[in-house]
């Protein structure tokens, strides 16, 4: 038995998988393993958007590739960052002031995205612009997904991707013209909404209709892969999956603490973003829950606020504090592999289980 559905031929791809990751390399690995990479373009410039292009046309050829952007229209036009610092709460500086004293947090000696950007809405439409103009075969879109800018990537002839939390933002999204929906539920690393992969998907593929639906949140095996066809869904999308991956090469603190992760180690939190965002357990988001912590700020001002500390922290791996999104999926990836690697594994563990579930029904 192959692992393929009717989107494989539709998007050019071997199997049915699709990959977001912020790391070009696994990106590209992903791509000639046969899955379809997103890149997630959320954290980077529109100059480095176009470099980033350049790079996967290039390594992967006539194999398609997306690029995907956060969009939230909750953010406002505010571009000066320096001056948005400086009129945040004093309390929330002041948290973050004891933070970098009791860890001991060093300055960081390279800027960062958002160490030095604030998220606005200027910033989306270079982002658009430097994508809509770029090589990438797709578009997805999360957290936001303006109707008109949809329109505009499917002018430029991308294929549309929307992630979808709920099945009223499916509804929008096919109203919108979206080629492909991707239901991401709670389980799911980053970004996530309260319903339940298990429970969402199906909502989400009786509203699509005839637009395919990928799986999305939780994951890990390929057993949750056949269970995707069983819930309707026409494949699946992984971010989790490839944090553990040798082409990440996270460094040793956090890929440490992944590698010995399960499902319980992770923790939905507002204090990355503001908004409700699934991370690998640390120091950094127990500091957060404390009572008497502050309350994180909304969507961008929350890191315009931690940026700096972000920013050392990961340079310097600090351990205690170090965390990145992270799904329950992170349950099934304890070992450090290829993108290559994960890939064969979780197409073998597909073939076994629709294998099996073919076995249990005949008998
Ligand atoms: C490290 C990480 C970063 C992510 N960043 C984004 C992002 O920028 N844009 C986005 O649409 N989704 C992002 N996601 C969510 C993924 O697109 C995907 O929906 C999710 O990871 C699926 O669930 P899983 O983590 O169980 O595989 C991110 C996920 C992870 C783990």
């Not at 440490?256 to 499902?263: F, V």
């Not at 994180?296 to 205690?320: F, R």
């Amino acid at each position: 038995m192959s692992l393929t559905s009717p989107i494989c031929e539709k998007m050019g791809i071997r199997y049915p998988i699709f990959g977001l990751a912020h790391d070009i390399d696994v990106m590209v690995a992903l791509g000639k393993a046969g899955g379809y990479p997103v890149f997630g373009a959320a954290r980077s410039m529109p100059d480095e958007i176009a470099e980033v292009a350049r790079i996967m046309k290039s390594e992967l050829g006539d194999r398609p590739f997306g690029i995907d952007l956060m969009l939230p229209s909750t953010v406002g036009d505010d571009t000066d960052r320096d001056g948005t610092k400086s009129n945040l709460p004093e309390e929330h500086k002041q948290f973050v002031k004891e933070l970098t004293e009791k860890y001991n947090v060093p300055k960081a000696t390279k800027p960062t995205f958002f160490s030095s950007q604030i998220r606005s809405q200027q910033l989306f439409e270079e982002q658009l612009a430097a994508t809509l103009e770029s090589e990438a075969h797709s578009f997805a879109s999360a957290v936001g997904m303006p109707a008109e800018m949809i329109k505009r990537a499917k002018d430029y002839g991308k294929i549309t991707f929307s992630l979808v939390g709920a099945p009223r933002h499916a509804e929008k999204a096919k109203a919108a013209g979206v080629d492909v929906i991707v239901a991401q539920g709670y389980d799911a690393g980053g970004h996530t909404g309260p319903i339940g992969t298990f429970s969402l998907v199906p909502q989400v593929v009786d509203v699509a209709g005839d637009i395919p639906v990928l799986a999305a949140g939780g994951v890990g095996h390929g057993r949750h892969i056949a269970a995707s066809f069983g819930l309707g869904a026409q494949g699946v999308w992984l971010g989790t999956a490839w944090l553990a991956s040798k082409e990440h090469a996270l460094c040793d603190a956090l890929l440490n603490k992944l590698l010995k992760a399960d499902s319980l180690d992770t923790t939905i939190s507002l204090s990355h973003s503001g908004k409700s965002c699934r991370l690998i357990k640390s120091a950094w988001t127990d500091e957060w829950d404390q009572p008497d912590a502050p309350k994180p700020l909304k969507m961008p001002y929350q890191q315009v606020l931690t940026a700096d500390i972000i920013a050392g922290i990961n340079e310097h791996e600090i351990e205690p504090l170090i965390y990145e999104a992270t799904g329950q999926s992170i349950a099934w990836f304890n070992e450090l592999m290829t993108v290559e690697e994960i890939m064969q594994r979780l197409v073998s563990e597909s073939d076994a289980a629709l294998s099996n579930m073919r076995n249990l029904l005949a008998s």
